[in-house]
């Protein structure tokens, strides 16, 4: 190897090294899009009273409402449980 591209090699790894570097930073703050749904939950809180929560998504407007509908198994469709729109307060981590 010739003595003048030494000097060309090292400044070669260290471009490379610099790019590595930045690259792997960069990944670092990616955020990973999963495909999930709302995630509901009903939990009973005693014999008359039932927790109802879900999950709300990055793109759901400040002001999404929802209504919440209960079935009794084996006894028809679904019922309408509030007469207005339930709105969500959100909490972010």
Request: proline share 2%; aromatic share 14%.
């Given at each position: ?21 930045v ?22 809180k ?5 927790y ?6 990055k793109?759901d ?9 209960r ?23």
């Amino acid at each position: 190897m010739h003595i003048s591209t030494l000097p060309k090699l090292r400044y070669m790894k260290q471009i490379t090294l610099l790019a590595a570097t930045v690259f792997l930073f960069g990944l670092s703050f990616a955020q990973v899009n999963e495909k999930i749904d709302r995630g509901v939950i009903a939990l009973a809180k005693s014999q008359k009273s039932v927790y109802v929560g879900w999950r709300l998504f990055k793109t759901d407007p400040a002001d999404i409402s929802f209504n919440i509908y209960r079935q009794n198994i084996g006894y028809g469709g679904f019922e309408k449980i509030n007469k207005e729109f339930y709105r969500t307060k959100r909490k972010h981590a």
